[in-house]
């Protein structure tokens, strides 16, 4: 059985950097959030219930308009938990189906930004997280969109706290470093995973 392992980390902690690098080295990457995507593409079952709930998150041609959902249910902890149980099992669906494709000797990696909030980690054999400090996170996010100081705040404080998703952890990636320091880590973390054996992807965690 293959070895499954759940990357995460919050918005602007580098973790697409990491799943590049794992890639690279020659992981098998199940991206969420382009399953998300796909899972509400136009003329899906996904996005004929978000848009039930949420008509004013459509554009006029009847796509899902991304930024006014989120508008809509960050900073609303209710609305966000109704948008992840309409999303989040046709996304474990999908990487399910995904993961199949991977050959025998692959290290199978779910790049999850949820992956603690929604629990996927415990059907995970092995946890990686990627951490930055906040002011590098905030700059970043800042950097790469349209989004204000107080937008980024309340994109970061809706995630896991990272104190507490290294508690979770059993690989902590500190991205403070620069990109050849994270590859180097990402590249350490990487050999000491072929090192591991494959479990049953059924073990409990906290």
């Not at 059985?1 to 690279?24: F, H």
């Not at 590859?183 to 054996?197: E, K, N, Q, S």
């Amino acid at each position: 059985m293959r070895l499954r392992v759940g990357l995460t980390g919050g918005i602007g902690s580098g973790k697409s950097e990491v799943a590049k690098e794992l890639a690279r080295l020659g992981a098998f990457i199940i991206d969420a959030d382009a399953l998300s995507r796909e899972a509400t593409a136009a003329g899906s079952p996904g996005l004929a219930r978000v848009a039930a709930r949420w008509p004013s998150a459509l554009h006029a041609d009847g796509t899902l308009d991304r930024a006014a959902l989120a508008a809509l249910v960050f900073g609303d902890d209710g609305a966000r938990t109704e948008l992840n149980a309409i999303v989040h099992p046709l996304v474990r669906a999908a990487g399910a189906e995904r993961e199949a494709a991977a050959r025998p000797d692959q290290i199978v990696v779910h790049d999850v930004p949820l992956l603690f909030e929604g629990g996927f980690y415990r059907e995970c054999d092995v946890n990686v997280l990627v951490i930055a400090p906040l002011p590098l996170r905030l700059e970043r996010l800042q950097r790469r969109s349209d989004l204000s100081l107080d937008q980024a705040r309340r994109r970061i404080a809706a995630q896991i706290d990272p104190q507490r998703a290294r508690l979770l952890a059993d690989y902590v990636i500190e991205n403070d470093a620069g990109l050849d320091v994270l590859r180097a880590t990402t590249a350490r973390i990487y050999d000491a995973l072929l090192a591991l054996p494959a479990r049953t992807h059924a073990h409990e965690r906290g």
